[in-house]
């Protein structure tokens, strides 16, 4: 069945450093792909989402591209701040399901 | 605007007992879903809502779990006879519509369940 896999966290950087979050996933047809960003005691919140192979997305700083060759959608960020601590849920979705389906997240922890 | 609210933010009860969580989509939103989140997982599809009819309930785990939305708008989660690992996070989500890949789902700070 469809999946995805995000790399482990806790992921721990110093502000300012490059960040990747990686994700692959396993479709049976052409989803939408997504990141989700959960701060402290906040909700999922939409980060970005593309829609289709080599699209990109972006949002506050931070890109993901669709690659349907590699099968992945890994976020990155330039530089980290301490505000971008959060758990990061990468996640897919068909057009006519509806439903998400959910990579098990990455915890980012950024230290000034 | 107002989000999508869901009440109670907490609920402890005991084992074998009926607990209902109900959801507040944000006004107009036609569909409406349900996730349950575990401690350190991502979020897990329950079942969806289209109006007031189930268009998919293939993530509901067993038939101790229902939901219902009566008028295409408040939607309860039911669970009967609550088990220890039942234990989790139900997030509610609402969007615009099901099908087009640009409506987004707008999630609700979620009901922590535990039963004890």
């Known amino acids: 069945g469809d999946s995805v896999t995000q790399m482990e966290g806790p992921v721990t950087l110093s502000e300012e450093a490059f960040l990747t979050i990686n994700c692959t996933y396993t479709a049976t047809g052409y989803p939408s792909l997504f990141w989700y960003v959960q701060y402290p005691g906040e909700g999922l919140q939409l980060l970005l989402k593309?829609?289709?192979?080599?699209d990109k997305g972006s949002n506050k700083g931070f890109e993901a591209t669709y690659r349907k060759e590699t099968t992945s959608f890994h976020l990155e960020k330039g530089s980290v701040q301490v505000s971008d601590s959060a758990v990061y849920f990468c996640?897919?979705?068909?057009?006519?399901?509806?439903?998400?389906?959910f990579g098990q997240g990455t915890e980012l922890s950024v230290k000034p | 605007g107002a989000g999508v609210s869901q009440t109670p933010s907490n609920k402890v009860t005991e084992k074998g007992k009926y607990v209902e969580l109900r959801c507040d989509p944000i006004?107009?939103?036609?569909?409406l879903y349900w996730y349950r989140q575990s401690l350190g997982q991502g979020p897990e599809f329950l079942i969806y809502f289209q109006g007031t009819g189930a268009a998919d309930d293939s993530g509901l785990p067993n038939d101790r779990f229902f939901a219902v939305r009566p008028e295409g708008s408040v939607s309860t989660l039911k669970i009967q006879r609550t088990e220890r690992g039942d234990s989790a996070v139900y997030l509610c989500a609402s969007s615009t519509t099901t099908g087009a890949a640009n409506n987004e789902q707008f999630f609700g700070p979620g009901t922590r369940l535990t039963v004890l």
């Open positions: 996640a897919l979705r068909y057009n006519q399901g509806g439903k998400l389906i």
């Open positions: 593309a829609t289709k192979a080599d």
């Open positions: 006004s107009g939103h036609t569909a």
